[in-house]
C-alpha cells in the first residue's frame, strides 16, 4: 500500500511564502510523476504543478513565475513553493503521484496515489 502525507499548509498574508511537502511510503518501485493539485469549495480540482522523475515540469498559468515544484527521488519526496501569494490561492492543496508498485516477484502495477490535502489560506 502507498500512501502521501502532505505537509507545510497553513495561514500567510498576502505576498508570503510557504513550501508544502509530499511524502510517498510505501512499496513502491517507482514514482513517474508528482503533481500538486488544489481545490476550492464548488469548484473543481485543478493542476497546480506537475514534475516527471526526469525533472520536466508543467505549471498552471495562474501560478507561472510565482510557484516552483521540485522533487527528491531518493526521499520519495514532492515539494511545492509558493511565493507572492495571493487571497485567490486559498485552496486545499492535494500531492498526487504515478507510482509503479510490485504485484509479486514478477509483475508490477501502475497506481494512481492521491494524499489527504493540506489547506493554504492567504489572507491578512
Known amino acids: 500500500q502507498v500512501q502521501l502525507v502532505e505537509s507545510g499548509g497553513g495561514l500567510v498574508q498576502p505576498g508570503g511564502s510557504l513550501r508544502l511537502a509530499c511524502v510517498a511510503s510505501?512499496?513502491?518501485?517507482?514514482?513517474?510523476?508528482m503533481g500538486w493539485y488544489r481545490q476550492t469549495p464548488g469548484k473543481e480540482r485543478e493542476l497546480v504543478a506537475e514534475?516527471?522523475?526526469?525533472?520536466?515540469?508543467e505549471y498552471a498559468d495562474s501560478v507561472k513565475g510565482r510557484f516552483t515544484i521540485s522533487r527528491d527521488n531518493v526521499k520519495n519526496t514532492g515539494y511545492l513553493q509558493m511565493d507572492s501569494l495571493k487571497p485567490e490561492d486559498t485552496a486545499v492543496y492535494y500531492c498526487?503521484?504515478?507510482?509503479?508498485?510490485?504485484?509479486?516477484?514478477?509483475?508490477?502495477?501502475?497506481?494512481?496515489?492521491w494524499g489527504q490535502g493540506t489547506l493554504v489560506t492567504v489572507s491578512s
Open positions: 498526487n503521484a504515478h507510482t509503479i508498485v510490485p504485484v509479486d516477484d514478477l509483475n508490477y502495477k501502475h497506481l494512481d496515489v
Open positions: 510505501g512499496s513502491i518501485l517507482r514514482i513517474t510523476s
Open positions: 514534475i516527471t522523475s526526469r525533472g520536466n515540469t
